[in-house]
């Protein structure tokens, strides 16, 4: 007995471990290419739903499309509105999934195609070259495993757990019923696979070890259960993380009620079906059918009110700080190039508050100590991001990208440090940054990255009359009007002026290129207009 209870925690284990690596070999093997995808076929709330369902088959977990989902709605790739749809679609998608465990894993010996479907994707993991079919490699074992586990752990029903009296819950009438969907919810928070939960409960079904009603409880538990993600996901997360993660909660909560309500009619009309379509009636298949429209029927509920509950989440989650990120969090990581897009806009925002700190000191305002707080903590947020994103698999332009994303960090590092030997100038002459102002209210108000032309001429006029200003002081100190102590003095307070400038107006150029803009409008400065790099 004690033997096959250890069975079936490892086979428990080779379940999870297998689902794992078939999710992060299939996203490395297609993560671009469902990015590419996702930005251009979701703008239709049926594309949006399709491609939630489809995504979700490929790399086998709801939980890695709801947390890319989030990563592409801070980068404004999605809108609130097509995302829901993607939600939507990822909850039908795990559902297709149960039918996979139904008709394949648990009709078939499946389990003696395990090991070669193991060996060929360690091999492709092991030896080949390119990150693609490494990532198949990863997913071919990913498959392996999680059918090993799931046909140990059908001998471990079988053996362990065929005493065990689980119709008891279905003679506690409703309070079973809701028992059960307690106890799925518990299993999905603990494991956090609702598609591992659901393989465990139609396999304990196939084997009669559970119930169709109750099982029928324990999924509608389990995809109440894959809420927890989100919601644990967004705890330190954007505003609209939050909304996107409220939206699943409310879909998986009206669904939930949906199924419990109807659940006899529906198990009624499920029992017709099999009867119509199988000659032996089999309980997995009857589970599988169940999951699927009930997931059905709560994107049919919600599809009508999704509009109005855009509209109502876009006006929750509001109040954030100055110095809080506001498109950027975990989800971002979970494609790089998304974390390349967010991590750019929110430099791009702090790149804009130094920016406004520059422009109240040319208004003779006072260098404000808190601003200067928030901008240091939005930079150290970034950079932290920045560390972990360089910690993962890259290919070779994220990599390029990433360490632009580094040297621009750097350059709006150095502005910070320059902004009270600024403070100081404006404190010795109020009108010392006046021929500033124009191009740091342009890069306050500008819009990214289609204001960049106006920065860059917004940016050559300042050079050309600072330029000016140095001729006149070249002639005051030729004709002895200037010593040549204080038109030294002077000098070296352009020079700060113009490092200035150009590190800041540089940084922002280059992060507005990584939003999109073509390569020609953000080419560096020519010669004549570059500040001293010294």
């Known amino acids: 007995m004690l033997t096959d209870i250890l069975i079936g925690l490892g086979a428990l284990g080779l379940i999870l471990l297998g689902m794992d690596w078939l999710s992060k070999g299939l996203k490395a093997a297609a993560g671009q290419a469902l990015m590419h995808f996702l930005e251009r076929g979701t703008q239709k709330s049926w594309q949006g739903l399709l491609f939630g369902t489809a995504a979700t088959v490929a790399v086998q977990s709801s ?24 939600i939507y679609g990822s909850n039908v998608g795990t559902s297709l999934t149960g039918w996979f465990v139904a008709l394949v894993g648990l009709q078939f010996k499946i389990d003696a195609l395990a090991m070669p479907l193991i060996g060929v994707g360690a091999l492709l ?22 059918f090993l586990g799931l046909a140990y752990l059908k001998d471990s ?12 819950l279905s003679q506690l009438g409703f309070w079973g019923i809701l028992l059960g969907v307690l106890l799925g919810t518990l299993l999905t928070v603990v494991m956090q696979a609702s598609i591992a939960v659901l393989a465990l409960v139609i396999t304990a079904t196939s084997t009669g070890v559970i119930p169709l009603s109750i099982a029928a409880a324990f999924v509608i538990g389990a995809n109440l259960g894959t809420t927890s993600t989100a919601i644990i996901s967004t705890l330190a997360a954007t ?50 059918l169940f999951h699927t429209i009930f997931n059905i029927l709560g994107v049919i509920l919600m599809w009508p009110l999704t509009s109005r509950l855009v509209l109502f989440l876009n006006s929750r989650f509001r109040a954030q700080k100055i110095g809080q990120l506001r498109v950027l969090d975990a989800s971002s990581l979970s494609i790089p190039a998304v974390a390349i897009k967010t991590l750019g806009m929110e430099s791009l925002r702090v790149g804009q508050l130094i920016s406004a700190q520059a422009l109240a000191l040319s208004q003779t305002k006072a260098l404000s100590s808190e601003g200067i707080e928030h901008i240091k903590q939005l930079q150290a947020e970034i950079n932290s991001y920045l560390q972990k994103l360089g910690r993962s698999q890259l290919a070779d332009k994220e990599s390029q990208a990433l360490n632009e994303l580094v040297k621009n960090s750097l350059r709006l590092e150095m502005t910070v440090q320059l902004l009270p030997e600024l403070a100081k100038q404006a404190e010795r002459d109020a009108n010392a940054l006046l021929p500033e102002q124009p191009l740091w209210q342009q890069l306050v108000a500008a819009h990214w990255p289609d204001d960049a032309q106006a920065v860059r001429s917004c940016y050559r006029d300042l050079m050309r009359q600072r330029q000016k ?11 002895e009007r200037v010593s040549n102590d204080s038109g030294g003095d002077q000098l070296l307070r352009f020079a700060e002026l113009r490092r200035f400038n150009q590190q800041l107006t540089r940084a922002m150029l280059a992060l507005a290129k990584l939003q999109g803009q073509p390569e020609h409008d953000f080419a560096e400065p020519n010669q004549e207009e570059q500040p001293d790099a010294r």
């Not at 939980?63 to 097509?82: D, P, Y």
């Not at 993991?125 to 999680?146: C, H, W």
């Not at 909304?243 to 006899?264: D, E, K, P, S």
Request: aromatic letters at 10%.
């Open 239 to 288: 505003a609209k993380a939050k909304r996107l993660a409220m939206l699943h909660v409310i879909f998986n909560i009206v669904t939930g009620l949906a199924a419990i309500l109807i659940l006899t009619p529906l198990l009624w009309l499920i029992s017709l079906i099999q009867d119509a379509l199988f000659h032996d009636p089999n309980p997995a298949i009857s589970l599988a």
């Open 469 to 479: 200003l140095k001729d006149q002081l070249y002639l005051l100190v030729l004709t």
């Open 63 to 86: 939980t890695v499309i709801t947390v890319t989902t989030i990563g592409f709605v801070n980068a404004g790739i999605l809108s609130l509105q097509n995302a829901a749809f993607v």
């Open 125 to 146: 993991k092991l030896f080949a070259k390119s990150s693609r079919r490494q990532g198949v490699g990863e997913a071919l074992v990913g498959f392996g495993l999680f």
């Open 157 to 168: 029903f079988n053996t362990v757990f065929v005493d065990i009296e689980f119709a008891l």
